[in-house]
């Protein structure tokens, strides 16, 4: 299976990475944008090439991953010619698979996955749908691979993702509020940093329908966590989380684009 990639970057890296540790496919065709990012992959892997266009990328791979942004989806293939026998996977956000389809006909197969950038090291979730065969062999690996019923289901599942920046503005404001009171900014922010990893890891030790117990799990009556969520919880803090999420879910491709109204 060879594989092709349009559009490398951030999570196009980590894929990359993660396939290449994993010992992926035998040869993986970069697009050459963006340029840095392709030459530094096809630098320091020998099975990793880095093509002068887009179509190339495209006649040398059986399976293609689109990873641009949604808006650059129709100038980046314009002109491009796809085979029956290819399966595209879209890692573009909030752009549905008929839609895909459409502009990469006649490939008959497509998927979208939403990959984290923490494939390179093969953990975080993995979004497909649907679970077309190859493609759950290739990438299984590279994560907890989560299989949507539907794409509505994929849709709501990934605005989850959402969150990743304000996990790391709250991790940020905990560090800040130490250093705030003079404890020294190297021990705030590994205190913090180790406390959240270390959370995270033991929640996905427990089963799913333990979950919900984990917070009262890890409060005493009248202690510090306790008196915490409720201030938060009083304050409409983890209502708002949800109200974030649910701003998503009406978004459309081109809602995603550089410049687009937030």
Known sequence: MRLGFIGVGTITEAVVIGLQDAKGPAAIHLSPRSEATSRRLASAYPSVFREESNAAVVEKSD???????????????????????????????????????????????????????????????????????????????????????????????????????????????????????????????LYVRSMLAALGDLALDVPAEETDALAPGHETKGGLNERVRRTLTQQGWFAAAGHALASLQTLKGADLTEGAKV
């Open 63 to 189: 399976m293609v991953v689109l990873a641009m942004r949604p808006g650059q989806i129709g100038e980046a293939l314009f002109g491009v010619r796809f085979r029956p026998s290819q399966i595209v996977v879209s890692f573009a956000a909030a752009v549905t698979c008929a839609e895909v389809a459409a502009v990469v006909a006649p490939a008959a197969s497509v998927c979208r996955m939403t990959p984290l950038p923490t494939v390179a090291q093969a953990r975080g979730p993995i979004l497909l749908y649907p679970p077309i065969g190859p493609v759950v062999d290739l990438f299984g690996g590279l994560g907890d691979l989560i299989l949507p019923s539907s794409e509505a289901e994929l849709r709501d599942l990934a605005c989850a993702s959402g969150f990743m920046s304000s996990f790391f503005e709250l991790q940020s404001a905990l560090a800040g509020w130490l250093v705030e009171h003079e404890v020294d900014r190297a021990k705030a922010s």
